[in-house]
């Protein structure tokens, strides 16, 4: 626990004396620079049958720095940090993996099955991803390096890695529980994580799918796509994250105190539909379709999907 607070402290000063005084988001990263002490001092006073949980997300954290230090010396060497939206599924799963080993003795069929769907889930949107982000430097990571000059490779470990890392770190919350229990084989709860794991994978994947086909037509340029999942939701793809991240949490729920893990993927749900993800494009959308989007955003429904489609 020592060496833990150590590390965040260092950490925490590190973060904030780098921070630029005309860096945007400051509040964001301040709450997230010393989210990992709350979750310290939980674990200090965690009761008995808790505390193997919070030591292993602890553990998790660590392995969280690790993993986003090496992404972005990548990036730094490429001079290329989109290559965030590459590694962040890399770093989410070596976290829940570090999470997971600290936790199990050794593998069972159950802990199989979750960290195959993180797996999965893992090389989708990496695959996905690499297409746009590993050749050239896309925004909005290009402008931040235009405007933070000589100061952006420090600010970049800090305002992209570690702040993503931090993210995600809490969003693999459920993995400290579902690590440990004694239950080896898969229990009802977890086959209901599956299930609901699996409909979010197809919003997900099928989303993307008929984003790229659309965008791969010339006809279509300039257009909005409003056919196939895009009728139900303006965010089909966000929306299936959500869900994928709340099928892990049905493998928390075999613990006693599995309800706490509810905090990562609430925090998925948000982020997605109403902190980051879904405004931020939705403002490039707004600003680049006028009228056309507006009247898309007025028939389909923001996140949830519509059961019917209005035309």
């Not at 709450?31 to 006073?45: C, F, R, S, Y």
């Not at 909005?140 to 470990?157: I, K, M, N, V």
């Not at 939705?282 to 923001?302: C, I, L, N």
């Amino acid at each position: 626990m020592f060496v833990a607070l150590c590390i965040w402290i260092a950490l925490a000063l590190s973060w904030r004396l780098a921070m630029p005084a005309d860096a945007r988001g400051r509040r964001w990263n301040i709450v997230h620079m010393l989210l990992p002490g709350v979750v310290i001092a939980a674990w200090a006073l965690a009761p008995a049958d808790l505390e193997p949980s919070l030591a292993s997300f602890v553990i998790g954290g660590g392995a969280m720095i690790l993993f986003g230090a090496l992404g972005w010396a990548i990036g730094e060497g490429r001079r290329n940090h989109s290559i965030m939206d590459i590694v962040y599924p890399m770093i989410s799963f070596g976290t829940a993996a570090a999470i997971v080993a600290s936790a199990v003795s050794q593998p069972t069929p159950r802990i199989g099955v979750l960290m195959g769907l993180m797996l999965l889930w893992m090389l989708r949107l990496a695959r996905h991803a690499t297409g746009t982000n590993l050749k050239i430097e896309q925004d909005p990571y290009a402008s931040l390096r235009r405007r933070f000059g000589a100061r952006w490779p420090l600010w970049s470990f800090f305002s992209v890695y570690m702040l993503q890392g931090t993210i995600l770190w809490t969003w693999c919350l459920p993995f400290a529980f579902a690590g440990q229990t004694a239950a080896r084989t898969m229990q009802p709860l977890d086959w209901a994580g599956v299930a609901l794991w699996a409909v979010g994978f197809a919003f997900q994947a099928i989303g993307d799918h008929q984003m790229n086909a659309f965008k791969a037509d010339p006809a279509n340029r300039g257009g909005i796509m409003d056919r196939g999942l895009w009728a139900y939701t303006r965010h089909p793809n966000y929306f299936g994250e959500a869900l994928m991240w709340w099928g892990y949490f049905f493998f928390a729920l075999v613990h006693p105190w599995g309800w706490l893990a509810a905090i990562g993927p609430a925090y998925v749900t948000w982020f997605m539909g109403w902190g980051s993800a879904t405004p931020g494009n939705e403002r490039h959308m707004r600003k680049s379709r006028g009228q056309a989007f507006d009247d898309y955003a007025r028939r389909v429904p923001m996140f949830f999907p519509r059961l019917r489609p209005r035309r």
